[in-house]
């Protein structure tokens, strides 16, 4: 059985994961001036990344009992192409504290599986980190 906890951070990476769908889809959308065209294509790419993680947290959320959450967290909008970047960079870091958190919790609660679900959705957001870090270079 699922401790509370472990559904509670189970429902915060999904609003995370809503929230950074909508905003790198945004960022896609919004991106303007000569460096856009390169960057448009990887929010994009990342942002429908980010909506599968949704579905995943979602999925095991349900098979444990809880209710998934329809909200997503604050979405950063706008700005300068940097600023987008830095504000997804952001993000990045978030989830990645937040998932580490779902690993600690996973153990606890002795749910390999979860556990696998969050290192495998921690790998992806490390990638995701490592790319908008070099964008900024």
Do not use: C
């Not at 994961?17 to 294509?41: C, F, K, N, T």
């Not at 979602?58 to 970047?85: C, F, H, N, W």
Request: glycine share 6%.
């Amino acid at each position: 059985m699922a401790s509370e906890q472990l559904l509670e951070v189970l429902n915060q990476s999904i609003a995370r994961e809503l929230q950074v769908s909508i905003q790198y889809m945004w960022h896609h959308v919004m991106a303007v001036g000569i460096e856009a065209p390169a960057v448009r294509d990887i929010f994009k790419e990342i942002a429908i990344q980010e909506m599968k993680h949704a579905e995943q947290f979602a999925e095991r959320l349900d098979y444990l009992g809880g209710v998934p959450t329809t909200k997503p967290s604050p979405i950063a909008e706008g700005g300068s192409l940097k600023q987008m970047i830095q504000d997804d960079l952001k993000a990045e870091d978030e989830a990645i504290t937040l998932y580490r958190e779902g690993i600690r919790l996973s153990i606890e609660d002795q749910d390999p599986v979860t556990r696998l679900l969050f290192e495998e959705i921690l790998g992806a957001e490390e990638d995701h980190r490592k790319t908008f870090a070099d964008l900024l270079k």
